[in-house]
């Protein structure tokens, strides 16, 4: 009886304002940051990043934070790395290479020790901070080692990052808002996804892209589908421009109701991102 | 006074046995359809005979099954691209009969339809941005005009909810109301479509002559009606949609609402532009208008307010016609001054989904399951089942004597896999993928059941396609640019 009044009086007070999802979509055309190396190199913006998305999750416990690559020609997760069978884990450097996995039975409960120790060296970090830290940056360093220069184009694959990112938001507001109303109720109402996510914003998402490389013909259907998208499910889309010039995205951020910053002076970059 | 009153109530139940008849005839296939089954109490579909008790003595497995089935069951749309009519001029028409004060669908059968209607009208105007929508109310014997064909949601979406407050009255009137819906339509465009879609909870139709010279004036005047019953089977609206649409099956023209969600979804599936058949363009051919003029206007922010030439407002922003200049306030209009069509890109690129639909993805079996070297969703990362934790964890569709395997679970494995392989040879019959994967055929990514419908019905986009190395269609763009 103790144990059911206490849950009930938890669970009403609960009243905090809803956790939120940032996904963030991080241009990362080689060409496009070659030529802003001298006022802005790569790894200082994704300094300044690392910054944001640590105060992202400071505010609430439960915020998410979602990276995605919008590469040469592809489109990668960044940070919520892919879950390989345990025994991949462990190798800081290889995330995505999943091909030799599931054909060595290791047993269970070593890795994640090993991955533990590997988080504690660092006393003076907070862990979440730094498994995310870890986790983009060999991410990034996977995705650079697999890039060749025949691949290399001065294009971004930005419609198929928004797509994954809606993609994935889906899948989390449907979880969220399956723990928030319990499963029977979020799955008839996620017959319409429009109106399920406005009614119980079990999740707050919204998507900021860091865009250094211009417009694309090809992609314009794609891209229209995918903002067409992030209206219905009620998204906002903010634009931070670091370079070139996009009328795309300019459509993307006005239609969602999102902010577009063409940024003047790239090293303020972290200024604008926690003030904005 | 009593004999007229003795006359109706036998007309009712003439038309009530002709329903049943039909329903009979028609509905004998397919169950889903279910057409007619207030009245069919011998159409009883057994459902509890498809829960199936899973290895753990709970049948949560089965019902995740049928919900995935359900779906998916959604998603199974031809994908074939077609000549669509997306510049629609559609009527709606609703009942406002005493039938309609029926509580078999909750709250009301009024109530409901008013709800839907305004969910109808947005979804429809998102799905077709320049298309017109007027709707018409059938109430006391008269066609009611409730709001005027217009491009504009809200004016709709007003009128409709001002008629929560009146009552339901009276009897509903088919061929005025249809009469009303041809003077409508009647003037539209040779490239719009002219399409009526009748919401008829009655059961008969007191017309003031005779409704066939009314259908085949529809059928004349190239307006196709769809219908969507809340009672029951009635054989006029049956000829109607039967005559008005030659070459679709009445299936997908004419339905009975099975519950509130059923009656939900048919509403919806009207929002999709209908497909432009072949025999009509063929005949057409000499006066075809292949091309149509429109005007992408520009924005303008004044200082000053100024008066717009659609509703004589002053007002300090707006568009201007990009062939006379004139301002209107809102896209997508008619130019009132040169009655060019203007819009915006966006507009079009609205409907570009219905031109260019995504492919269905496909079930994956079992073997080429375990042939991929994808573990997990290729979007969400969600892991995909394995074979050996789903063999106690079987679906429904697989399982047909699943309870006595249940209790041999030490058995149950070698079984699954035999039905598995079973099973394999004919795809796309159940829509429920064994291993829980789906795979976009063009790029091979394998995805789970929640981002399948999520890429059909929202983004409309392959996420596998879009962000793999597109080598092949990233080549072609990239000569051409350069050409």
């Not at chain 2, 007309?11 to 002709?18: A, K």
């Not at chain 2, 769809?226 to 039967?242: D, E, F, K, M, Y």
Request: hydrophobic share 35%; proline share 6%.
């Amino acid at each position: 009886m103790n144990a059911v009044d206490g849950s009930d009086h938890y669970s009403k007070t609960s009243d905090e304002p809803p956790p939120s999802l940032l996904t963030i979509i991080l241009d990362t055309n080689p060409h496009a940051w070659a030529l802003l190396a001298p006022t802005l190199p790569l790894s200082a913006a994704i300094a300044n990043l690392l910054v944001f998305i640590n105060a992202h999750l400071a505010f609430n416990n439960a915020n998410k934070v979602c990276v995605i690559a919008s590469h040469t020609r592809r489109a990668e997760f960044l940070y919520p790395p892919r879950p390989t069978p345990p025994t991949t884990t462990t190798t800081n450097n290889a995330p995505d290479d999943s091909s030799d996995d599931e054909a060595m039975p290791d047993p269970s409960p070593s890795p994640p020790k090993k991955h533990s120790q590997t988080l504690l060296d660092d006393a003076n970090h907070y862990r979440p901070f730094t498994h995310l830290q870890r986790t983009l940056l060999s991410a990034l360093s996977t995705l650079f080692a697999t890039t060749n220069s025949d691949t290399l184009t001065a294009t971004t694959a930005i419609a198929g990052a928004l797509t994954l990112a809606l993609t994935y938001i889906n899948k989390q507001q449907l979880l969220a808002s399956a723990t928030v109303s319990g499963p029977a109720s979020s799955s008839t109402t996620n017959t319409d996804a429009a109106t399920t996510t406005q009614q119980s914003p079990g999740l707050i998402s919204r998507i900021l892209i860091l865009s250094v490389s211009g417009d694309l013909a090809h992609q314009y259907i794609p891209l229209m589908n995918t903002i067409f998208a992030c209206q219905r499910m009620a998204i906002p889309i903010d634009i931070a421009k670091i370079s070139g010039d996009t009328v795309f995205l300019q459509q993307a951020s006005d239609a969602t109701g999102g902010v577009y910053i063409k940024i003047k002076q790239p090293k303020g970059l972290l200024h604008i991102l926690l003030a904005a | 006074m009593a004999d007229s009153d003795q006359e109706y109530v036998q007309d009712i139940s003439d038309e009530e046995v002709e329903a049943h008849i039909v329903t009979r005839g028609a509905g004998d296939g397919s169950k889903a359809r279910g057409s007619g089954t207030r009245g069919g109490a011998w159409e009883v579909t057994r459902t509890w005979e498809n829960v199936v008790e899973g290895a753990d003595g709970t049948i949560s497995s089965t019902v995740d099954g049928m919900l995935e089935a359900d779906k998916r069951k959604r998603l199974l749309k031809d994908t074939t691209p077609l000549q669509r009519g997306i510049i629609r001029q559609v009527l709606l028409v609703i009942d406002l009969s005493t039938a309609m004060v029926e509580k078999d669908l909750r709250p009301t059968r009024h109530l409901l339809t008013l709800r839907y209607v305004q969910d109808f009208i947005s979804e429809f105007f998102e799905q077709n941005p320049i298309a017109q929508l007027g709707v018409i109310g059938m109430r006391d014997g008269l066609a009611v005009r409730i709001s005027d064909m217009s491009g504009n949601p809200n004016d709709h979406i007003t009128k409709v909810q001002e008629l929560r407050a009146e009552e339901p009255k009276g009897q509903a009137s088919l061929q005025n109301a249809l009469e009303m819906a041809r003077a409508a339509l009647f003037h539209a465009p040779a490239h719009t479509t002219r399409e009526v879609l009748l919401i008829f909870g009655s059961l008969l139709s007191s017309d003031p002559g005779d409704i066939h010279t009314t259908i085949t004036a529809l059928v004349n005047a190239k307006i196709t009606v769809r219908v969507i019953g809340l009672a029951a089977q009635v054989a006029i609206c049956n000829t109607i949609v039967t005559r008005t649409n030659p070459s679709i099956p009445t299936t997908d023209t004419y339905a009975v609402a099975l519950n509130e969600q059923h009656y939900r979804d048919l509403l919806m599936r009207f929002t999709t532009p209908p497909a432009i058949s072949q025999a009509r363009t063929a005949e057409e051919e000499a006066n075809k208008s292949s091309l149509l003029m429109m005007g992408f206007p520009s924005r303008i922010a004044d200082q000053e307010p100024s008066f717009c030439a659609c509703h004589s407002k002053p007002t300090s922003g707006g568009y201007l016609c990009s062939r006379c200049s004139s301002k209107v306030c809102s896209l997508p209009t008619q130019c009132p001054v040169c009655g060019l069509q203007l819009i915006l890109s966006t507009h079009l690129a609205r409907s570009y989904h219905h031109l260019f639909p995504l492919r269905n993805w496909v079930e994956v079996s079992w073997p080429r399951a375990e042939a991929s070297t994808q573990h997990d969703c290729r979007t969400c990362h969600t892991m995909f089942p394995t074979r050996s934790g789903a063999s106690g964890h079987q679906k429904p569709s697989v399982t047909t004597n699943g309870h006595r395997d249940a209790m041999a679970l030490s058995t149950t494995r070698g079984n699954a896999n035999a039905r598995a392989q079973k099973a394999a040879p004919k795809p796309a019959s159940s829509g429920v993928s064994e291993s829980g994967r789906y795979e976009c055929e063009t790029c091979g990514s394998h995805f789970c059941i929640d981002c399948d419908v999520f890429s059909h019905e929202v983004s409309h986009n392959c996420p596998g396609c879009q962000s793999l190395e597109e080598e092949v269609h990233m080549a072609a763009t990239t000569a051409t640019e350069e050409d």
